[in-house]
T-cell receptor
Framework: DSGVTQTPKHLITATGQRVTLRCSPRSGDLSVYWYQQSLDQGLQFLIQYYNGEERAKGNILERFSAQQFPDLHSELNLSSLELGDSALYFC??????????????FGEGSRLTVL | AQSVTQLDSQVPVFEEAPVELRCNYSSSVSVYLFWYVQYPNQGLQLLLKYLSGSTLVKGINGFEAEFNKSQTSFHLRKPSVHISDTAEYFCAVSARSSYKLIFGSGTRLLVRP
């Protein structure tokens, strides 16, 4: 158990809909990262927040947005969903503001299926 | 920008045999290197990391990796694998000045009895 909690574990929805994925980081971790894992794209970095502020942005579509709340949990909002958005969405957390020296702790992911 | 290439998408190996999973990276600046493992239906877990110092890095579960700057490689090795090592292994790179961790496409290690 990494200590990172993601909900829901599975989500099935239709094209055009909007969903929200939630992540609670490990106790004490200030950074939250979102990654998308799909068969064709592999593991893609989406966005990082540190203590409530956006710190780095990756290959995140404009239809997607995220935020980190004062209690440090984070939400990833996916709107106008398309079939190609079907993927496993991982949240990870770390203590530091830079994720590149310390360890990232990953949740078990939220599997999104868009029909 | 940094990139990672994992040359093998799948590596089948018999139990107790040695294994090497290959990883090459590309970067114009100094980097940190990592190997993560993903067991079925789980998130990723850090196996080992190279930040500086000795180029031979030892990690959990008997794995080790060697940083080779001239060949821009960071291959993962284990002298004797177990069935429980069956998983997907991801190599990752990050520039020392960056916040982002860039993952390779993964190598599925399949250990057969």
């Amino acid at each position: 158990d990494s200590g990172v909690t993601q909900t829901p574990k599975h989500l099935i929805t239709a094209t055009g809909q909007r969903v929200t994925l939630r992540c609670s980081p490990r106790s004490g971790d200030l950074s939250v990262y979102w990654y998308q894992q799909s068969l064709d794209q592999g593991l893609q970095f989406l966005i990082q927040y540190y203590n409530g502020e956006e710190r780095a942005k990756g290959n995140i579509l404009e239809r997607f947005s995220a935020q980190q709340f004062p209690d440090l949990h984070s939400e990833l909002n996916l709107s106008s969903l398309e079939l190609g958005d079907s993927a496993l969405y991982f949240c990870a957390s770390s203590v530091s503001s830079t994720g590149n020296t310390g360890e990232l702790f990953f949740g078990e992911g939220s599997r999104l299926t868009v029909l | 920008a940094q990139s990672v290439t994992q040359l093998d998408s799948q590596v089948p190996v018999f139990e107790e045999a040695p294994v090497e999973l290959r990883c090459n990276y590309s970067s114009s600046v100094s980097v940190y290197l990592f190997w993560y493992v993903q067991y079925p239906n789980q998130g990723l877990q850090l196996l080992l990391k190279y930040l500086s110092g000795s180029t031979l890095v030892k990690g959990i579960n008997g794995f080790e990796a060697e940083f080779n700057k001239s060949q821009t490689s960071f291959h993962l090795r284990k002298p004797s694998v177990h069935i429980s090592d069956t998983a997907e292994y991801f190599c990752a790179v990050s520039a020392r000045s960056s916040y982002k961790l860039i993952f390779g496409s993964g190598t599925r290690l399949l250990v057969r009895p």
